[in-house]
């Protein structure tokens, strides 16, 4: 995330809004703070508010941007942690995570989640052996199939790891709007906890047929890209936050993006990343206090898309 954030403004947790946000849909725990999404296979909990790790943690060997990714990860997991997305597509940053975590010397809090990718076969188990390394985890959360790359072989690589103990939760990713009718092809015909996509304001092609389809299968929900990486950040944040922001929950433009994205009753959680600590307090701010009812995200969506 970038730009400067608002002043944050203090707000009223009032009953109605915790009544309207416990009427809705499993995919939030929404009487609670803080907010936690549900995993619909396992009853799971995790955190709302997880971290992405696309281009803020890809710093190569740079040791004070490394040292920088570790204060980022410090500050996300004393926050109350939640899922840390990566990728072997993301350059260094899954090497980065595990020096991360060796030099927070712990890994409380984390829901550990990467993926495979690779047109390769034979080369998405060595991907597998390559993240528990780099890592340096005993077990990993979930494994996703990056972009649906091989999807088949990969997901068939997954469950025998998860059966084996290695791997908690299994899915799919895309991201970008692109590959829905893919996306929906494989939730429909193979057994998967999680698909990964593109949710935000104004990108919400996947209300039509993704997400209601996650929640008819009991699909877990990852949303990436709520700030469309920052270009959606910088644009609102050049406009006043509307007076009736508290309502939703918002005191930021921050808040108000990741709570529109994490309101959806099918979303588990949203990933944005930041290389900042600062921005890293703001986001998981946003796992606090009320979320917006369905009217408010219509309020909410329109109000972006006149930015």
């Not at 059966?163 to 799919?172: K, L, P, S």
């Not at 990713?173 to 698909?195: L, N």
């Not at 508290?246 to 005191?251: K, P, R, S, T, V």
Request: hydrophobic letters at 40%; charged letters at 20%.
């Amino acid at each position: 995330m970038t730009g400067t954030a608002l002043p944050r403004r203090h707000f009223l947790k009032t009953t109605a809004a915790v009544s309207a946000l416990t009427a809705l849909p499993f995919g939030r725990a929404f009487a609670q703070s803080p907010i936690f999404g549900v995993i619909p296979k396992t009853g799971e909990r995790i955190p709302a508010i997880g971290m992405g790790t696309w281009v803020t943690f890809n710093v190569g060997n740079d040791a004070k941007l490394r040292d920088n990714c570790a204060e980022v990860t410090r500050t996300f997991l004393e926050l109350g942690g939640g899922m840390i997305d990566s990728s072997p597509m993301y350059g260094s940053a899954e090497d980065v995570i595990g020096y991360s975590l060796g030099k927070i010397g712990h890994s409380k809090g984390l829901f550990s989640a990467t993926k495979v990718w690779t047109p390769v076969s034979w080369h998405g188990e060595r991907q597998v052996d390559t993240s528990f390394e780099l890592w340096g985890v005993p077990t990993f959360d979930l494994f996703q199939v990056h972009n649906l790359l091989n999807v088949d072989d990969h997901l068939s690589m997954l469950r025998e790891q998860k059966q084996a103990g290695r791997i908690r939760y299994i899915g799919i990713t895309t991201s970008h709007g692109m590959r829905h009718e893919d996306m929906a092809k494989v939730m429909q015909r193979a057994d998967i906890d999680f698909v990964q996509l593109t949710y935000n304001a104004v990108d919400r092609e996947a209300e039509a047929r993704l997400l209601p389809m996650a929640t008819d299968l009991g699909i877990a929900v990852i949303a990436n890209r709520p700030y469309r990486r920052s270009s959606l950040i910088d644009a609102v944040q050049r406009h006043p936050l509307p007076d009736w922001a508290a309502d939703a929950g918002a005191a930021n433009w921050p808040e108000f993006l990741l709570k529109f994205t994490i309101s959806h009753p099918a979303i588990t959680c949203t990933i944005p990343a930041t290389s900042q600590v600062q921005h890293m307090r703001e986001n998981k701010a946003a796992m606090h206090g009320p979320l917006p009812d369905p009217a408010m995200r219509k309020r909410m969506a329109a109000y972006v898309e006149a930015l």
